[in-house]
């Protein structure tokens, strides 16, 4: 018997720019340092890909014992040295956030990528300064399918049985040779799940092939 799943997408656009240049591409995590009043801690073991088409943004990570992932997705607009995200989507686990969120980060390039600075997160005493190094992992490879996209329909084919569901929240991101995914889904006792995917991927003809470095998913 054969069976089939065909997820459907629509693409998701953002206001014209009226800032400067953007800088579309595919970009590791390499370490990432949180400074306040009582934490200063560095870590160089972060599983995070980020990934800057034309107009959007789109993060994902993992923590690889415990399969804990997170993922957050919107617009954004740069201006010389300071980037300015407009975040729509985001969760973590168990938990899902869809109010708009605004953040500015600083940038400074380096010969491997990019340092990106959050200052200022939180408030009062719980108020730190977020560091992530990034390098750049991207290809000059483009596709048809280069840019943000949402899941709108979902369907299992299964012989001539066809069921459509739209149960899960997902977005999806192709740039640079780079893809990354990430939903989130509700399930029988209506807890909510949480799950990511991100690596390469290549496009020929309408078929693609998606090779995952990392993910939530057997």
Known sequence: ?????LLLFIGCKSKDKTESTSMPG???????????KTVDTTSTSATQLKIYTDDFMMYANINSPDSISGFGI?????????VSEHVIYS???????????????????????????????????????????????????T??????????????IKG???TVTN???????????YCIWGNTWIDSVNKKHTGIGFGT??????KVKESMTASTYY
């Open 1 to 5: 018997m054969f069976a089939a799943l």
């Open 143 to 156: 596709s048809a399918l280069d840019g943000a996209w949402k899941q709108v329909k979902r369907l299992w």
């Open 91 to 141: 969760a973590n686990d168990s938990t899902s956030d869809d109010t708009a969120r605004h953040y500015t980060l600083h940038i400074e390039k380096t010969a491997k990528g990019y340092i990106q600075v959050i200052p200022e997160i939180g408030t009062g005493d719980n108020k730190i300064a977020l560091t992530e190094e990034y390098e750049s992992v991207g290809t000059a490879t």
């Open 160 to 162: 001539t049985d066809t």
């Open 201 to 206: 991927f290549t496009m020929t003809g309408n």
């Open 26 to 36: 595919a970009y590791k995590m390499l370490s990432v340092s949180m400074k306040s």
């Open 74 to 82: 919107g617009s954004y607009s740069v201006n010389m040295d300071t």
């Open 167 to 177: 149960n899960p929240v997902q977005y999806k991101v192709y740039q640079s040779g």
